[in-house]
């Protein structure tokens, strides 16, 4: 199994330029979540994902959106970047009861 | 809640002495607990989990300690190494809850 996959890995975007990062994963879990991370600093949680087609806020959702079509992948769309987005971004996916596992990053740059 | 801006707390340990993380939960519902560590530039990488029926858990090179009736958990690892240096996270998770919550961090340092 490749475990949780994101891209790109790096990332620079001007302000007000959109982008989406990917999240995949091949553990057919049906919880998924992203994560940012500043420098320094714990994980704060945007947005998750109990299963297909369904989608709740986390503790910091303004400024993102998310989607579940599919139980593998859970992508995370930034419509009006802002330098506030700056930010380590990490996707993870769990089974309810289990330890979650962690994608490798998305470090993003927003100038 | 969370302070902003503060740094992680660091524990700075000698190479080949053991170390001890410790961390506090403050909800009594939760029934399973886990530790990552998280290495400079990398995701979390879970390291060991521990249930609310049990009160340790050992793996290799580590243990985890669970008192329910304090709320406290503890990570301790044995003969520290360099490769050890990492920032640990513990996290809980609450029995009826989507999510796990996660605890601000720890910096382990490690001298050789």
């Known amino acids: 199994n490749a475990g949780v996959t994101q891209t790109p890995k790096f990332r620079i975007l001007k302000i007000g330029q959109s982008m989406t990062l990917q999240c995949a994963q091949d553990?057919?879990?049906?919880?998924m979540y992203w994560y940012r991370q500043d420098p320094g600093m714990g994980l704060k949680l945007i947005y998750y994902?109990?299963?297909?087609?369904?989608?709740d806020k986390g503790e910091v959702p303004n400024g993102y959106n998310v989607s579940r079509s599919t139980t593998e992948d859970f992508p995370l769309r930034l419509e009006l970047a802002a330098p506030s987005q700056t930010s380590v971004y990490f996707c993870?996916?769990?089974?309810?009861?289990?330890?979650?596992?962690f994608g490798p990053g998305t470090r993003l740059t927003v100038l | 809640g969370e302070s902003v801006g503060l740094h992680l707390p660091t524990l700075s340990v000698q190479e080949g002495d053991n170390s001890i993380i410790n961390c506090a939960y403050s909800?009594?519902?939760?029934?399973?607990f886990i530790w990552y560590k998280q290495e400079s530039g990398k995701g979390p990488q879970f390291i060991i989990d521990?249930?609310?029926?049990?009160d340790k858990r050992q793996g290799q090179r580590v243990t985890v300690l669970l008192n329910k009736t304090v709320k406290h958990l503890s990570l301790q690892i044995a003969a520290t190494q360099p490769g050890d240096s990492a920032v640990y996270f513990c996290?809980?998770?609450?029995?009826?809850?989507?999510?796990?919550?996660f605890g601000k961090g720890n910096q382990v340092v490690v001298i050789p």
């Open positions: 521990i249930r609310s029926n049990m």
């Open positions: 996290a809980e998770n609450i029995r009826g809850n989507n999510r796990l919550a």
């Open positions: 553990m057919n879990h049906n919880y």
């Open positions: 909800n009594s519902a939760s029934d399973y």
């Open positions: 994902s109990v299963g297909a087609g369904i989608t």
């Open positions: 993870a996916s769990r089974q309810l009861g289990h330890e979650q596992f």
